[in-house]
């Protein structure tokens, strides 16, 4: 099992960065492509990032390209976000996720809170 504890939520303002990061726990996440996804209210959780094991392979949704930056520490065991120029519609909360295949994953952490403010 692999436990996923995210951090790095809160309140900021439009145009405004925050930088989300994801321990993990438990059997080793190395191997693992890694990712982010988010859940607006009322809507469907969807696809944020993604990072291969090596960090050599990553990949954005359209709505975040060029914006958000997905990173990864092996070594710490530490999956991170890095969320410039967010904007109100970036609100949501925002998921770890593990041991992805095909875009789907194995393992989720608890979600962390993103508002940002016009």
């Known amino acids: 099992q692999v436990q996923l504890v995210e951090s790095g939520g809160g309140l900021v303002q439009a145009g405004g960065s925050l930088r989300l990061s994801c321990a993990a726990s438990?059997?080793?996440?190395?191997?693992?492509?890694m990712g982010w996804f988010r859940q607006a209210p009322g809507k469907e959780r969807e696809f944020v990032a993604i990072?291969?094991?090596?960090?050599?392979?990553?990949n954005y949704a359209d709505s975040v390209k060029g914006r958000f930056t997905i990173s990864r520490d092996n070594a710490k065991r530490t999956l991170y976000l890095q969320m410039n120029s967010l904007k109100p519609e970036d609100t949501a909360v925002y998921y770890c996720?593990?041991?992805?295949?095909?875009?789907?994953?194995?393992?989720w952490g608890q979600g962390t809170q993103v508002t940002v403010s016009s």
């Open positions: 996720a593990a041991d992805i295949n095909r875009y789907r994953p194995n393992y």
């Open positions: 990072i291969d094991w090596s960090g050599g392979y990553t």
């Open positions: 438990g059997r080793t996440t190395s191997s693992y492509a």
